[in-house]
């Protein structure tokens, strides 16, 4: 079975551009999450997608927003970039069936420079 | 909110040795479960082992153990026979019974000398 995909992998911005990520799950798999991975911070949750709908959120600001596709697909958006969002962006998957210990497995990354 | 604790930023191990790595919580749920990945220089997220909170046996993979304390909110990571190929980031992390955000401890550098 092939393992959670992240596109691209590697992304160069300017400040006050706009980035969009892409991750898709294992299949079968319905709940994608978003961390943010950087140096200062560690790894820092963003949200989890379920159903297409938004689950869980992290403390970050409203320019990072994401959304899940019917095939459970999921992008990432960050608008108006700034130095700080610099990173290391990963995205997991996981069953997220009802009363199972769900866990989650991580795609490669996307390693975004903010110049 | 949740914390999770690394107190060791870095360890050393010889090939074929044995290392614990350490990793506390704080939380008041009491369901939940707790995980270790590692995180190699190729930066892919890996899971080595996981537990449940209601579980008391702690859980095992291959060379790859926990010591798992509730009381203390302690879930140490012990590594037999420990191989180059576990050179690694080792980030231990929570997450509450339901929902799937993992609060991460901030890693330990765990290097494997020949």
């Known amino acids: 079975k092939a393992g959670v995909t992240q596109t691209p992998r590697y992304l160069i911005k300017t400040r006050g551009q706009q980035v969009t990520l892409s991750c898709s799950p294992i299949?079968?798999?319905?709940?994608v999450s978003w961390y943010q991975q950087t140096p200062g911070q560690g790894l820092q949750f963003l949200f989890e997608?379920?159903?297409?709908?938004?689950?869980n959120k992290g403390n970050f600001p409203g320019r990072f927003s994401g959304r899940q596709f019917s095939n459970s697909r999921s992008e990432m958006n960050v608008s108006t970039l700034e130095l700080g969002d610099s990173a290391l962006y990963l995205c997991?998957?996981?069953?997220?069936?009802?009363?199972?210990?769900?866990?989650?497995?991580f795609g490669p990354g996307t390693r975004l420079t903010v110049l | 909110a949740q914390t999770v604790t690394q107190s060791q930023p870095e360890m050393s191990v010889q090939e074929a040795e044995t290392v614990t790595l350490s990793c506390t919580y704080d939380?008041?749920?009491?369901?939940?479960?707790l995980f270790w990945y590692k995180q190699p220089p190729s930066r892919q997220m890996i899971l080595v082992i996981r537990q449940e909170a209601y579980k008391q046996q702690n859980a095992t993979e291959n060379r790859f153990s926990v010591n798992f304390q509730k009381a203390a909110k302690s879930f140490s990571l012990k590594i037999s026979d420990s191989q180059l190929g576990d050179t690694a980031m080792y980030f231990c992390a929570f997450r509450v019974e339901y929902g799937n955000k993992l609060v991460f401890g901030a890693g330990t550098i765990l290097r494997v000398k020949s």
């Open positions: 299949s079968g798999h319905r709940s």
């Open positions: 997991a998957s996981s069953l997220a069936l009802a009363d199972t210990l769900d866990t989650q497995y």
């Open positions: 939380t008041s749920e009491n369901n939940y479960y």
């Open positions: 997608y379920f159903s297409e709908t938004q689950r």
